[in-house]
């Protein structure tokens, strides 16, 4: 089993900068890929980014490309997604999850997920 825990979600202008944290508990990380999705209201769950199992290796939504960034650390099996030139309509519930995989999958079958974090971006 793994757990996670993310954090560092809130409230934000239009053009700021949020970090999110994804820390994770039972199992090491170091073999799981780790995705980023988010959810705002009346929609679905959309794919954001993930990052393999030794962070050599991204994959990013479209939508998020080139403002977005994620990194891990699995000496402290923690996974972060810098956001920066935040929009609007990046406004939504972040999801961190897990999945035992060499592969970088950008749907949501993932084998575990945390809680999610809010993120509002004001106009």
């Known amino acids: 089993q793994v757990q996670l825990v993310e954090s560092g979600g809130g409230l934000v202008q239009a053009g700021g900068s949020l970090r999110l944290s994804c820390a994770a508990s039972?199992?090491?990380?170091?073999?799981?890929?780790m995705g980023w999705f988010r959810q705002a209201p009346g929609k679905e769950r959309e794919f954001v980014g993930v990052?393999?199992?030794?962070?050599?290796?991204?994959n990013y939504a479209d939508s998020v490309k080139g403002r977005f960034t994620i990194s891990r650390d699995n000496a402290k099996n923690t996974v972060y997604l810098q956001m920066n030139s935040l929009k609007p309509e990046d406004t939504a519930v972040y999801y961190c999850?897990?999945?035992?995989?060499?592969?970088?999958?950008?749907?949501?079958?993932?084998?575990?997920w945390g809680q999610g974090t809010q993120v509002t971006v004001s106009s």
């Open positions: 990052i393999n199992w030794n962070g050599r290796t991204t």
């Open positions: 999850a897990a999945r035992r995989t060499v592969l970088l999958p950008t749907t949501p079958q993932y084998d575990y």
């Open positions: 039972g199992r090491t990380l170091s073999i799981y890929a």
